[in-house]
């Protein structure tokens, strides 16, 4: 049989994290054990009825089984238009020029990279991170400097520890608020100086802002770059329908911002996709129109598991971060292990999933994540389980 050399860029690749948590997982399955998987940030809440109701609707139209616009529909970019002001201050953005639509929040941060990166050009992760920072940028021919997120620094960046240097060769810098996946928020403050340091250094801000409308605090949501002065100068923010509406499988989200960085998004988009189909666009629509409601249930439902979480893990030693926002609970490896022993050891001995932190960066080790997306007796069964390791 012929052999064929991956490209450098993917031979140098580790294995994509969750792929290889999977393929963990199913072995150890495969002996018949109880498996509670708490590795990846999958909701198991159903979509809405009313969001699939408008898919069916969709999907009946023949006008849809065409091919879409590779922006977006004009009133799914209006949807977007028109939740931006009442989530966040009054932003107000231009559907046609400050909008463009995204088959998931992924695609997108991982083709913005190509649009702005010329080989050698530095740009800056925080981390732990998502992986799909780093690899977008290595993807581009780009050069990754890390900046480490820490507890003692609340698992926000210590903007004035990045050398002048380095803001100087800087392309961009990409930072998720609240956190994947220390679940840590961000306060205006640390907006601010962001801003200022990109508009002084000529630095595109990339805000991941996935997790943005899962919070347990009304009165502390979460902010979008956006809300603070001089961002829409500098910043690209990408929001996604995933993890608020219950639609990871949909694939639908969307990037908001600086219009030449949209612009430059779409150009890469252009030519490396279609478009989202449109009948998932109008149930996209559904959802910002009429989500409200699900939101603060799935926003309840989150905080009784993370509480539970949080207090069984306290009861067994084990600190943790108490999220204020998102999916997750990050909790500090027992002392004796790495990151990866700890959840190698846990998945065999007790067939419970997590995330080692060393999975999202050097500066993850030490430290286990655990998602919030199986119900609550679930989950202090695992952790029952995580006590007895």
């Not at 989202?276 to 989150?302: K, S, W």
């Not at 893990?313 to 108490?322: V, W």
Request: hydrophobic share 45%; net charge negative.
């Amino acid at each position: 049989m012929s052999r064929f050399p991956l490209a450098d860029r993917l031979a140098k690749l580790p294995p994509y994290l969750f792929a290889a948590i999977d393929k963990a997982k199913a072995e150890v399955q495969a002996r018949g054990v109880d498996i509670i998987s708490l590795g990846i940030g999958d909701p198991d809440l159903p979509t809405p009825d009313f969001i699939i109701e408008a898919l069916h609707r969709g999907a009946k139209n023949p006008e849809n089984h065409r091919y879409p616009s590779y922006v977006g529909m004009k009133s799914f970019r209006q949807a977007v238009a028109d939740w931006f002001p009442k989530r966040f201050n009054g932003v107000t953005l231009d559907p046609d020029t400050e909008i463009v639509s995204l088959i998931g929040s992924k695609e997108g941060i991982a083709h913005f990279p190509l649009a702005y990166i010329n080989p050698g050009d530095l740009a800056l992760v925080c981390t732990p991170n998502y992986p799909v920072y780093p690899v977008a940028v290595d993807f581009a021919g780009g050069k990754v400097e890390y900046v480490p997120l820490t507890a003692e620094n609340n698992y926000l960046p210590d903007l004035e520890a990045i050398s002048a240097d380095s803001w100087k060769k800087a392309k961009m810098i990409f930072i998720n608020f609240p956190n994947n996946p220390t679940s840590a928020m961000a306060d205006r403050a640390f907006f601010e100086r962001l801003v200022e340091k990109a508009r002084e250094y000529n630095v595109i801000i990339v805000s991941d802002a996935a997790y943005v409308d899962v919070y347990f605090d009304p009165a502390n949501k979460p902010l979008s770059i956006l809300e603070i002065d001089g961002a829409r100068e500098v910043a690209i923010e990408f929001h996604s329908l995933s993890k608020p509406f219950n639609m990871t499988g949909w694939r639908i989200g969307m990037a908001v911002g600086n219009e030449s960085l949209i612009q430059g998004l779409g150009k890469i988009k252009e030519n490396v996709d279609s478009g989202i189909f449109q009948a998932v666009q109008e149930a996209g629509i559904a959802a910002l129109e009429q989500g409200e409601a699900v939101l603060d249930a799935n926003r309840a439902i989150y905080m009784e598991r993370r509480d539970a979480v949080v207090d069984a893990l306290g009861k067994a030693g084990i600190d943790c971060l108490i999220p204020q926002a998102a999916l997750y609970v990050w909790g500090t490896v027992p002392k004796g292990f790495t990151s990866a022993e700890f959840a190698t050891d846990l998945l065999q001995k007790t067939g419970v999933v997590v995330t080692p932190g060393s999975g999202f960066g050097i500066h993850g080790e030490g430290f286990f994540r655990i998602s919030l997306t199986v119900p609550t007796d679930r989950l202090k069964e695992a952790v029952s389980r995580i006590a007895s390791l």
